[in-house]
C-alpha cells in the first residue's frame, strides 16, 4: 500500500515539477516575449520520449567526454546517448557539431526534446542541453555538477542563449 501511495505522490511532484510555476516566465534575452512558453505546442511522440528519458538522467555525475551515465556524462555525451536510446538516432560529435543537425527553432516555438545551445566558453555552441517545456532544460553543466534542470530565463543561461536546434519535429 505504502509503495502504491509513494509512486503517486512520486509522479504528482514530477508532474508538478513539469508544469513549472503558474507566474509568465521571461524569455531569454532579447528573444521572444513575456509570454513566450504559454501557449506552446505539444511535441511529437518521440520528442515527449526524449525528453522523458533525459529525465532518468538527473543527478548522473559529470565526466568530461562521458558518452554513458555508468561513467559519467558531459552535455554533448548526454544528448547522444539520450537521442540513441530514446529515438534510436545517432548523433556523433559535440556541441558544435551539432548545431548542424536538424532544423533552427525560434525560441516561441520550441518543443520538449529540442536541442537548446549556449555560449559558456567564449567560444559559439560551447554547451548544449534537451529542452523539456515550459522554459526548462535538461543538461550536464560541468565538473562541479550532476545532470540537472535549469530555466532558460535564468540570468545565466538566458545571457548565454545562443539558438535552438530541432531534431524530430
Request: hydrophobic share 40%; proline share 4%; net charge positive.
Amino acid at each position: 500500500m505504502w509503495t502504491c501511495i509513494t509512486r503517486s505522490l512520486l509522479l504528482s511532484f514530477l508532474l508538478l515539477g513539469l508544469a513549472g510555476c503558474g507566474s509568465a516566465p521571461h524569455a531569454p534575452t532579447g528573444r521572444g516575449t513575456i509570454d513566450t512558453y504559454q501557449n506552446e505546442r505539444e511535441a511529437s511522440p518521440a520528442a515527449r520520449e526524449v525528453a522523458m528519458y533525459a529525465l532518468m538522467l538527473l543527478k548522473t555525475g559529470y565526466r568530461f567526454g562521458g558518452k554513458n551515465p555508468e561513467a559519467g556524462l558531459d552535455c554533448s555525451g548526454m544528448v547522444t546517448y539520450v537521442y540513441r536510446e530514446a529515438a534510436g538516432m545517432p548523433l556523433t560529435g559535440n556541441a558544435a557539431s551539432f548545431i548542424r543537425e536538424g532544423r533552427e527553432v525560434a525560441v516561441d516555438q520550441l518543443r520538449a526534446g529540442d536541442l537548446v545551445f549556449f555560449n559558456t566558453l567564449g567560444r559559439p555552441f560551447s554547451h548544449v542541453g534537451i529542452y523539456l517545456g515550459k522554459g526548462e532544460f535538461i543538461h550536464a553543466p560541468n565538473s562541479r555538477g550532476r545532470v540537472r534542470v535549469d530555466k532558460l530565463t535564468n540570468r545565466y543561461w538566458s545571457e548565454r542563449f545562443e539558438t535552438a536546434r530541432s531534431l524530430l519535429n
